[in-house]
């Protein structure tokens, strides 16, 4: 199923972050070309994500959310009075105001995002409602080593939290990295919290991805708006298409923007050529099973502690204790 491109062109503007232009030309460099999904989440794509996750199509974030709200009782259970809770890729707080409801005496609650202007409106939303709540947001690209708030580091536990089955973007090898480089983030003793989508028959997982209301097709092709924004590129986003489909044998989810026609961009100072039919990957979202899930985390020093499903097993929210960074 393809969707043709919505967006307009965007006027240029100078670029706000050297590292996404050098990502993005090394990227469209690259063969097959390819962008990092992180970089979907400017505010626009920030929005439009939180507009797939209530699409009729998209069961992920409700079933996460059924589990969060039938088991959040118990889930809060791992998280000790006096500890710092620190959402990775927070975006908003719908998921984590759930477990805040059983957990009222954090020392402090850290969200840690890439999109600052999101990541501040929805701390700032929080505090208000929450008054009592220390809330320190962390702009940071969790991927890479960050530092955490003083509150944080002097808190008498450290929770990590990483729902919406983000997991699944990495490449397994990117994941294995992401959980070992979080271990040292939280330190010994740790917890950690995440959210994964389970393997599942390919006809709900293409739906998923291709709703009929093009909203998907839009944050993909978003990603070509930001790059006309911010790296003065000259992408016309109506000779691109969206396509996304389930690879069976690597057991995930790819989305892809394909060139209609043989097309030459400018891209921050440099020429790219397009062949007819050639692709920017821009995302890939593994699906996992409960067991190869815990050999991941296992294998970079995270002991499995338990695992919560919706009555479908389409989705899971597992729960790991960090013991010491594998050899």
């Known amino acids: 199923m393809v969707a043709l491109a919505r967006v307009q062109h965007a006027t240029p503007q100078p670029a706000a972050d050297p590292q996404f232009a050098a990502d993005v030309l090394a990227g469209l460099k690259a063969t097959p070309k390819r962008i990092p999904a992180k970089y979907f989440y400017d505010s626009e794509g920030s929005r439009l994500f939180e507009e797939i996750t209530a699409l009729p199509e998209y069961y992920p974030t409700r079933c996460e959310m059924k589990i969060l709200r039938e088991q959040g009782g118990e889930i809060a259970g791992l998280i000790p009075e006096g500890a710092a809770l620190i959402e990775l890729g927070s975006g908003s707080t719908k998921k984590v105001r759930i477990l805040l409801k059983h957990a009222p005496k954090l020392a402090v609650y850290v969200p840690v995002d ?67 480089n979080i271990g040292k983030i939280l330190g010994t003793g740790a917890t950690l919290i995440v959210g994964v989508d389970l393997i599942k028959p390919p006809e709900i997982l293409n739906a998923a991805y291709n709703d009929k209301q093009g909203v998907t097709a839009d944050f993909n092709f978003n990603l070509l708006t930001r790059i006309n924004r911010e790296l003065g590129a000259h992408f016309k986003p109506e000779f691109f298409e969206h396509h996304a489909f389930y690879n069976r044998e690597r057991n995930r989810i790819e989305m892809h923007l394909a060139s209609l026609k043989r097309q030459k961009v400018r891209v921050g100072g440099e020429t790219v050529d397009f062949r007819a039919g050639e692709t920017i990957h821009t995302e890939n979202s593994y699906k996992y099973s409960v067991d190869s899930l815990n050999a991941l985390a296992s294998g970079v020093g995270w002991t499995p502690l338990q695992v919560w499903t919706d009555p479908d097993k389409y989705f899971a929210v597992a729960a790991f204790r960090f013991a010491a960074p594998a050899a």
């Open 114 to 180: 890439i999109s600052a202007e999101f990541l501040r409106r929805e701390a700032a939303e929080l505090r208000r409602n929450r008054p009592e709540l220390p809330v320190v947001p962390v702009v940071a690209d969790f991927c890479k080593p960050f530092g955490l708030p003083e509150m944080a580091r002097t808190a008498s536990a450290r929770v990590g939290l990483f729902p919406g089955s983000t997991i699944g973007n990495f490449e397994p090898h990117e994941a294995a990295d992401f959980l070992r």
